[in-house]
């Protein structure tokens, strides 16, 4: 699912709704031995899987992830119809995929984005669970739709440590939501009107951790093709330190007919 630098970029055919580019990419980092994240970017879905566990058991449970998903039956037709209910339902024979396959020793956290259409238009059907990430970038500001679910994040919420001490807390890896470690394995789900011009960044946390927001909507601002915007935030966080597996996709949609793709 890692496309090649000179693959073409995939592009929905603008027949039924917005019309969808993306890009998409993924690198080991710097410091770490194996790639534990995996992503899938197959319209409607786009979304990222960073396993916890080593030892390999972290790649199986984000792989077992990403291949449920693949399951779905949007991403078999291309169809827009799907609900959080039937996603959810997905996910949880990941999670016992993943307990299956790990006995419990690993898991994965994930978000993304499916476009989804609705009588009043299409709209964007965001899910989370741990503290991988899901953005919008839009009329030139980024917006972080997705809530980590982490201890810091708890923190953060309690008011008991600010947004900056939670990107330098010793514990800001530690999650508090997962698939396959046994605990609470629901995901939460976001349902945004999609605009003309959006542009979805979903990443893992070895992109956000080492590239503050205003780094990444100045790329992501800066660099109209959704494939080449990927490459330079995936370069830029490798030139911030690599310190972990790094993983993005850039969905770009065009709603009125006509227009030039993003």
Known sequence: MNPTSDAPLPASDGARGPRLRWGCGTDRGLRREMNEDSFIAAEPVFAVADGMGGHEAGEVASSICVRTLAELPQVKTGSRDATAGLVQDYLLIADEGIRQATDSRAGTTLSGVIVVEQPDGPYWLVLNIGDSRTYRYSHGGLTQVSVDHSEVQELVAAGQITEAEAAVHPRRHVVTRALGTGDESEAD???????????????????????????IAGILGSEPDPQAAVDELIQAALRSGGRDNVTAIVVDARTAVGDTPV
């Open 189 to 215: 789900y976001w349902l945004m009107p999609l605009e003309d011009g959006d542009r979805m960044l979903v990443c893992s946390d070895g992109l956000n951790g080492e590239l503050s927001d205003e780094r």
